[in-house]
């Protein structure tokens, strides 16, 4: 059994959606094209809106997807966010 399988085929485009965004946000705060946290999650949670548009989801789902890679990419971010200067609105 393999992982697209068992995870089955919409969620296993949102994982791996998820992962090759991860990738791109290191490589755009390493350029220095990202660098405010805001500004990283704004962008995390437009191309996950674009990507989500794609697949033929019910809003709900399509709402709970969102924050699911939201969080996924935040949470794979963090070592990244500490080791470059990130800049963050302080209220």
């Excluded at 296993?12 to 705060?29: D, G, M, P």
């Excluded at 962008?43 to 709402?63: C, D, G, K, N, W």
Aim: proline residues 2%.
């Amino acid at each position: 059994m393999t992982v697209a399988e068992f995870y089955g085929g919409v969620d296993y485009s949102i994982t791996q959606f998820a992962v090759q965004l991860t990738h791109e946000i290191k490589e755009k705060i390493a350029k220095r094209e990202l660098f405010y946290k805001e500004q990283i999650i704004r962008y995390i949670e437009r191309r996950a809106t674009f990507f989500l548009q794609t697949l033929s989801l019910s809003p709900a789902v399509s709402a709970i997807s969102r924050k699911e890679v939201t969080h996924h990419v935040l949470f794979k971010l963090k070592p990244i966010l500490n080791r470059h200067t990130v800049f963050q609105i302080v209220k």
